[in-house]
């Protein structure tokens, strides 16, 4: 932080410079904001981020296109299948395979799985970082159900590596399908259970209501996707708008901020599109079970995988927003460059425009809302 | 709107500045003039019919065999749901670009970080810092030559294998068992063999048969 002007702060009224992290609970793994206050009230938060940098792009430079697979996990901790389906279908576009339809619909239902699990810890975290202490437990209950239905499929509770390139690493074990059905019965009616918790409880909502509102034009103009996006009243979602995979089989909703608790854009929209979102996703498991076909987990993909020179993009709509990878090969058995587009990176960049004005508390609502977490803004 | 109309229209905009859509063997791409590229984006974005208001990503790839670095803008229209890849080449011993954090917002944080990681300098930007390394860090890692330096404030982050360390004191350890522990004295040579036997007698055998036990 060394070449930043920071304003001379004034000690005869309430002006103060604190550091907000890297080690504070509620940033969501390790990161910082050094904020300007005046009293109570921010002037501005400077997000400091690279605590977790792994050089991720770095290495896929240096490994094959396989064994890259494991190491795009890392890239998002808390929804790792979403990293390992886009850098999947990015080497799939580049050397011309086509995934088998039973692939693709276990794709598409571990990736929906994950995703209530992802939404789970951020609404729950969400909660607890604004007050409210028990709504984490109960997402946590349910989540760890869902880590150990992915256990099952794929051996890993948070790290799966279970998406290959051409398929996918397993099918489904015996009695699996009943169980994740048995869940979901579970899951719908805890949905429920958790509006009548914490959304409509009115503390919660005065709390986030029309708190650190992002204008539909702003949401775009710093390139934020995902929930963020849809809480500023943009009915976008690529698995609709640009469909990959089997999304195009499944009937699902897209839900769009409409200001519930004051105006489109605040946190609480950004909060109750996700809830909604779990919804969503268990209804398209339910249907991808329904449907799904018979026939191989893999496609035929050569043991090296060497693609002619060229550059490919694959977008994919990750739990935190679009997450494209963005390959350039150079005819070798190596990427060139690897670059995957995060959707946390870019809410990130908001943060400093939005907190002037905003109470020191508020920037905690704030965070949460926009769901960043460390390890995908730094990768 | 295709790929190959929006490229026709900026053209017919801009002429010379627009080079050729790449031969679309995975994804097309365009390259364009580097002094032009604000000018660009700022007509792709007002143009009626194009209106490109997503910078869907900004990055660059290193090419030192060309001497080039090539920073990629990934563009998308929400409205019309078309895109477009422009691509700006510029000197790898000096590279600089001006900054299109005028046109759309999200080039700030993008740019910054090719900034850090590939060193090209963004005219005109406001807050141009590093933000995933260190402000005194040395070197851009995503540059193809890029070598580690040897630490950092004093901390290695280059150190031995550490099996040759584990080794050597595997060695010292037996080494010393055996010092605390000396093995039992190697048995005494075999006793020479009997004086040889008078001439004229079979030589014995090697073994001699066991004696027949009651």
Known sequence: ????????????????????????????????????????????????????????????????????????????????????????????????????????????????????????????????????????????????????????????????????????????????????????????????????????????????????????????????????????????????????????????????????????????????????????????????????????????????????????????????????????????????????RTGSYMAMGIIEDISPGLMVADLVALIASLDVVAPETDR | MTTIEIHQKLQEAFGDAVGPLGEPKVDAFAVVKGDRIVEICAWLKKAPGIEIDFLQDLTAVDWPKRNVIEVVYHLFSFPHRHGIVLKVETDRANPVVHTVEGVWKAANWLEREVYDLFGVTFTGHPDLRRVMLPDDWVGHPLRKDYQEAGGFHGIPNLRENPLVELRRLDLVRIAEHLKANPPPPPPPPAPPPAAAPAAGTPPAPSTPPAAPQA
């Not at chain 1, 070449?3 to 005869?12: A, C, G, P, Q």
């Not at chain 1, 499929?153 to 699996?176: E, K, Q, S």
């Not at chain 1, 918790?197 to 509102?213: D, H």
Request: proline share 4%; glycine share 8%.
């Open chain 1, 1 to 340: 932080m060394s070449k930043l002007v920071l304003r001379r702060v004034d000690r005869n009224n309430e002006e103060m410079l604190i550091n907000f992290g890297p080690q504070h609970p509620s940033t969501h793994g390790v990161l910082n904001f050094l904020v300007e206050t005046d009293g109570e009230v921010m002037r501005r938060a400077i997000p400091d981020i690279g605590y977790l940098h792994r050089s991720l792009e770095k290495i896929g430079e240096m490994v094959g296109y396989p064994g890259y697979m494991p190491y795009t996990d890392r890239i998002d901790y808390l929804a790792a299948m979403f990293a390992n389906e886009g850098y999947a279908i990015a080497v799939e576009k580049l050397i011309k395979v086509e995934v088998p339809k039973r692939a693709q619909y276990l794709r598409a239902i571990s990736c929906e799985l994950n995703r209530i699990a992802s939404h789970l810890v951020s609404v729950g975290t969400m909660a607890t970082d604004i007050g409210a202490v028990t709504p984490l437990v109960y997402a946590l209950r349910e989540r760890e159900l869902i880590n150990d239905l992915l256990e099952a499929l794929c051996g890993a509770r948070l790290t799966y590596n279970y998406h290959r390139i051409g398929g996918v690493a397993f099918d489904m074990p015996a009695g699996w399908q009943e169980k994740v059905i048995a869940y979901l019965d579970r899951f719908d009616s805890s949905v429920q259970e958790w509006d009548r918790l914490i959304t409509f409880n009115e503390i919660y909502k005065k709390r986030l209501g029309g708190v650190a509102v992002v204008s539909r034009e702003q949401a775009i103009d710093y390139g934020l996707s995902g929930p963020n996006l849809r809480g500023s009243g943009v009915d976008w979602d690529l698995r609709r708008d640009a469909p990959y995979g089997a999304y195009p089989d499944f009937q699902f909703d897209i839900p769009v901020g409409r200001g519930w608790a004051g105006k489109v854009g605040d946190c609480f929209d950004r909060y109750y599109v996700r809830v909604q979102e779990m919804a969503q996703s268990s209804r398209i498991v339910r249907q991808a079970l329904e449907k799904m076909p018979e026939g191989e987990i893999t496609a035929k993909v050569p043991r090296k995988v060497k693609p002619e020179a060229g550059e490919v993009q694959s977008r994919i709509e990750s739990a935190r927003g679009e997450m494209a990878y963005y390959l350039v090969s150079d005819g070798t058995e190596r990427a060139y460059r690897v670059r995957a």
